[in-house]
Nanobody
Framework: QVQLVESGGGLVQAGGSLKLTCETS????????MAWYRQAPGQERELVAA???????KYADSVKGRFTISRDNAKNTMYLQMNSLKPEDTAVYYC????????????????WGQGTQVTVSS
């Protein structure tokens, strides 16, 4: 049974930091590209950051220089360090696992977590 469990969300003031964690089980983690997506109310789900099986990362322009994605293959866990948070970062953040080793597109992400709420106050 595949499980992706996010944690680390919460309420933070603008300029603050949060670190999201995605613990996985039931997948060949080291062979899967992984990603963080987010969805704000009334908005489409969008890519925040993704990391392939080799550790190469891709970021949305809106978070470049502020967010860092990483993975620990020994722990089957992915992280998202979020610094200099802005009110527009407020959203539900989802962890996703790709069926392939490369980053691909959202359609390639076949397993999803339940999401964790991040709220940034101004």
């Amino acid at each position: 049974q595949v499980q992706l469990v996010e944690s680390g969300g919460g309420l933070v003031q603008a300029g603050g930091s949060l670190k999201l964690t995605c613990e996985t089980s039931g997948i060949m983690f080291l062979l899967n590209a992984m990603a963080w997506y987010r969805q704000a109310p009334g908005q489409e789900r969008e890519l925040v950051a993704a990391i392939d099986s080799a550790g190469s990362a891709k970021y949305a322009d809106s978070v470049k220089g502020r967010f860092t994605i990483s993975r620990d293959n020994a722990k089957n866990t992915m992280y998202l360090q979020m610094n200099s948070l802005k009110p527009e970062d407020t959203a539900v953040y989802y962890c996703a696992a790709n069926s392939f080793m490369s980053i691909g597109t959202m359609n390639d992400y076949v397993y999803w977590g339940q999401g964790t709420q991040v709220t940034v106050s101004s």
